[in-house]
């Protein structure tokens, strides 16, 4: 899904950052931004607002990572807990299987292995944080 766009809050004092800068790459982050942006138990919100470095296991280099969402909630407990989010269409998520070795399975291999990198430098930033990260896909959202 490639729609993008930006997104205007209804409740800016939610969003943390330049509310007037929110951009979405796809329908799913877009939905999202809806849902963070009316639910109750959402507190602030923001969109690729932190940096994560972690290192390629396609070149060998230190890249930067902007997850996709960063939310403030407030449980029903009335405990407040931060969580990192990143979006991704389902088929990402998923170890691509090899039929025969074409240039689309190979672009699809590194793109598993990039997101695994990062998804794992993600974990480990959250945890020295104490947040948790999420990944999410078209059929959480």
């Known amino acids: 899904m490639s729609y993008s766009g930006r997104y205007i809050p209804k409740n800016p004092k939610k969003y943390k950052g330049d509310y007037s800068q929110v951009i979405y790459r796809s329908l799913w982050e877009r939905r999202f931004m809806v849902y963070c942006d009316s639910s109750d138990s959402i507190i602030e919100w923001g969109s690729e607002e932190i940096i994560i470095p972690y290192l390629s296991p396609w070149d060998g280099k230190i890249h930067r990572y902007f997850p996709d969402f960063i939310v403030k909630l407030k449980q029903k407990s009335g405990i407040e807990s931060t969580v990192v989010i990143e979006i991704k269409p389902h088929k990402q998520t998923i170890k691509p299987v090899q039929k025969r070795k074409t240039q689309r399975f ?27 990260f999420k990944v999410l896909t078209e059929k959480d959202i």
């Open 106 to 132: 190979l672009q699809e291999a590194a793109t598993y292995a990039v997101n695994q990198e990062k998804w794992r430098a993600a974990d480990l930033f959250c945890k020295e944080h104490g947040w948790q």
